[in-house]
Nanobody, 125 residues
Framework: QVQLVESGGGLVQAGDSLRLSCAAS????????MGWFRQAPGKEREFVAG????????FTADSEKGRFTASRDNPKNTVYLQMNSLKPEDTAIYYC??????????????????WGQGTQVTVSS
């Protein structure tokens, strides 16, 4: 049974940095794409950043380029989201997900098969 557990969220101030972690269990995910999404109140879930399974290529939503980066530690089955220069509009629940059918750069939520429960990130101004 695949499980994803996010951690590292919290309340920070604008301009701060935060690193989220996502521990995966129930399988081996080194060849699968891992992604991060977020959902703010009243808004749809949106892609933030991801990392491919083959080659570990990182890819980020255009709106977050230069601030957010995904990384992974395959032996630990863990993926990270480094967030810098946080803004109040980054406030959301952040989810990690695994795309079991893909190894490349996948941005659509429907292409991800398993999801974590989410971790709240709140950025105060």
């Amino acid at each position: 049974q695949v499980q994803l557990v996010e951690s590292g969220g919290g309340l920070v101030q604008a301009g701060d940095s935060l690193r989220l972690s996502c521990a995966a269990s129930g399988g081996t995910f080194s060849v699968n794409t891992m992604g991060w999404f977020r959902q703010a109140p009243g808004k749809e879930r949106e892609f933030v950043a991801g990392i491919s399974g083959i080659g570990g290529v990182t890819f980020t939503a255009d709106s977050e380029k230069g601030r957010f980066t995904a990384s992974r530690d395959n032996p630990k089955n863990t993926v990270y989201l480094q967030m810098n220069s946080l803004k109040p509009e980054d406030t959301a629940i952040y989810y990690c997900a695994v795309a079991r059918r893909y190894s490349g750069m996948v941005r659509r939520s429907r292409d991800y098969d398993y999801w974590g429960q989410g971790t709240q990130v709140t950025v105060s101004s």
